[in-house]
């Protein structure tokens, strides 16, 4: 009995430490403006920034300068073409490459169409010709609305001068001639084949990551800042426990971003009209790793912080990188492997592939199991190092404590205010 008496008072004590480090935390979140920024300021605005900023999707009106030196009707027939895609505006014509150069360095124009002096003369002799393009690379939209206005442009023309070249016996013949195999180019998950519908859910994902570990580490180096020992633990009875602290300060953490996930992936994509065709309920068993996996890395990391500014001395800079190197804006098979072995240290490279294809795509928890179980698998680590960063945070506590006592102690016999004894 009374061993079972001591079992259900140790259970009893530390539900009710992990209780009371649960309101503590909540305390010291609510206390610090600077974690109030991270954990609600830019969750908030940067999801509405990213979206405003890209809400028109394509690049309409782009603007580009002609240089035709064959000045025929089959030159300015393709201008007057591409000029009418709603992608692409021509701005003008230059008698030189030299004049049209000097557009584009003065940011009149962002691209160039040159038609050779022999352009319609190898049309009409049945040769083979070129239309040479060029972009200013500074912007890619402007590069996809020129080549996509230009390759169109240059596909229909080129039919309608085969059927002419070639004439047949009737105009199923001559359908057949030039376009033998009848093709049809469908988006289905980004019917306006537009930046944001791709770009965005991933950067909101990469969000959550950054702003968890921004906001936690500066909790955990204002702690140090202000513990007399300089410990990531305080000195305090309900902190004498590894799992208890772990526990009470992830349940904080992860109550705060329950919220913060609603408005980040359900609100902004419903304001902005972005892709949402994933199961809610298949998103939100998704989010549940990759929460567990943002809250354990960001408990791990801040063990490494020794004041409140060395988050974002150290980790504001990798947002772009995690987002290069999660295969979103940079095609996976193009990263080298190390790059990908380093991704794959951060929840944010599983949790941004798994959710894009959920949410784009519809996909199925079993479709994107690999990205799940490589979730659980991260969350489950970085739980263990995060207890090994608070165990020894609270056996160098004690040590300190003891060491302060044995000082204290030693000082007040030789004032000999106590006895030896």
């Known amino acids: 009995m009374k061993r079972e008496h001591r079992l259900r008072y140790i259970i009893k004590e530390g539900l009710l430490d992990t209780f009371y480090i649960w309101k503590d935390e909540l305390k010291n979140v609510f206390k610090d403006e600077g974690v109030m920024i991270f954990f609600f300021l830019v969750p908030f605005v940067y999801p509405l920034l990213y979206s405003f900023i890209y809400n028109n999707e394509v690049v309409h009106e782009a603007k580009m300068v002609v240089v035709d030196q064959s000045d025929s009707y089959l030159s300015r027939e393709f ?240 947002s772009v990188i995690l987002l290069f190197i999660s295969g979103v804006s940079w095609p996976e098979a193009a990263i080298p492997p190390f790059w990908k072995a380093v991704g794959y240290l951060f929840p944010s490279t599983p949790g941004i592939q798994g959710f894009i294809r959920i949410n784009t795509a519809g996909a199925s928890l079993h479709e994107v199991a690999h990205e799940y179980r490589v979730l659980w698998i991260q969350a489950s680590v970085y739980f263990i190092l995060a207890c090994v960063i608070y165990r020894y945070q609270i056996i160098r506590c004690r040590k300190q404590l003891i060491q302060c006592y044995k000082q204290a102690k030693s000082r007040a016999i030789r004032m000999g205010i106590v006895s030896s004894l």
């Open 79 to 318: 201008t007057r073409r591409v000029n009418a895609t709603p992608d692409v505006e021509v701005v003008g014509v230059c008698p030189d490459m030299a004049e049209a150069k000097k557009m584009l360095d003065e940011k009149k124009a962002y691209g160039i169409l040159l038609f050779p002096p022999d352009y319609s003369k190898d049309l009409h002799e049945g040769r083979q010709t070129t239309v040479s393009l060029y972009c200013d690379m500074s912007a890619l939209l402007f590069y996809k609305a020129f080549l996509l206005a230009a390759t169109e442009v240059s596909l229909d023309m080129g039919k309608e001068l085969r059927m002419h070249n070639n004439p047949s016996s009737t105009d199923k013949m001559d359908q057949i001639t030039v376009d033998p195999i009848p093709y049809e180019s469908v988006a289905l998950f980004n019917s306006q084949n537009g930046f944001a519908s791709f770009l965005v859910p991933a950067i909101l994902i990469l969000v959550l990551q950054q702003t968890l570990i921004l906001g936690i580490g500066m909790l955990g180096g204002t702690a140090r800042e202000k513990n007399r020992f300089h410990s990531l633990v305080p000195i305090s009875r309900h902190f004498n426990g590894t799992l208890r602290i772990v526990f009470g300060k992830s349940l904080t953490y992860l109550l705060l971003y329950v919220v913060v996930c609603i408005w980040v992936l359900a609100i902004v994509p419903k304001l902005f009209s972005l892709p949402q065709v994933g199961e809610p309920l298949t998103i939100l068993l998704f989010l549940l790793p990759y929460l567990f996996a943002c809250i354990f890395m960001s408990m791990t990391l801040s063990g490494f912080m020794t004041s409140r500014e060395s988050p974002m001395l150290v980790f504001v800079f990798t």
